[in-house]
């Protein structure tokens, strides 16, 4: 599947390592999908709340009846394969790992699942070249 069909699809997003810090990448990336439309789902397990929105400690917390669709992955490379475990354990449907984020097996694990992978790609950056 191609970036603009997972953009045009995705309507939840879970930012994983998404910062309450307004000078962080994650919540930049984050507050501006939100204001296009998506649903975001924080995970992090140092914040309660995201601009009001609760947070989670990690994707297996999210309640059993909110669907994922994108896990945007804000986080170390070395980190990634424990978070594609769980995008897989909870049924998402595309990997997205950020700028600068790259794990090659990782991103192995999850298409053999069945899962779209975008690996080193900032969602903002893509959506914004979409112009609607």
């Not at 917390?61 to 986080?75: E, G, L, M, Q, S």
Request: hydrophobic share 45%; proline share 5%.
């Amino acid at each position: 599947m191609d970036i603009k069909t997972i953009l045009r699809s995705a309507k939840t997003i879970a930012v994983v390592g998404l910062s309450d810090k307004p000078e962080r990448p994650s919540y930049d990336v984050a507050s501006y999908l939100m204001g296009h439309g998506y649903t975001i789902i924080p995970v992090n397990p140092n914040i309660s709340k995201w601009r009001g929105i609760t947070a989670y400690p990690s994707l297996a917390a999210i309640p059993k009846d909110v669907h994922v669709d994108v896990v945007d992955i804000f986080r170390k490379n070395e980190d990634v394969p424990q978070v594609v475990d769980d995008a897989i354990a909870i049924g998402a449907k595309t990997i997205w790992m950020q700028l600068g984020v790259v794990n090659g097996e990782a991103a192995k694990k999850a298409q053999k699942a069945g899962l779209n992978v975008v690996m080193d790609r900032c969602m903002k950056i893509e959506r914004m070249k979409m112009n609607d």
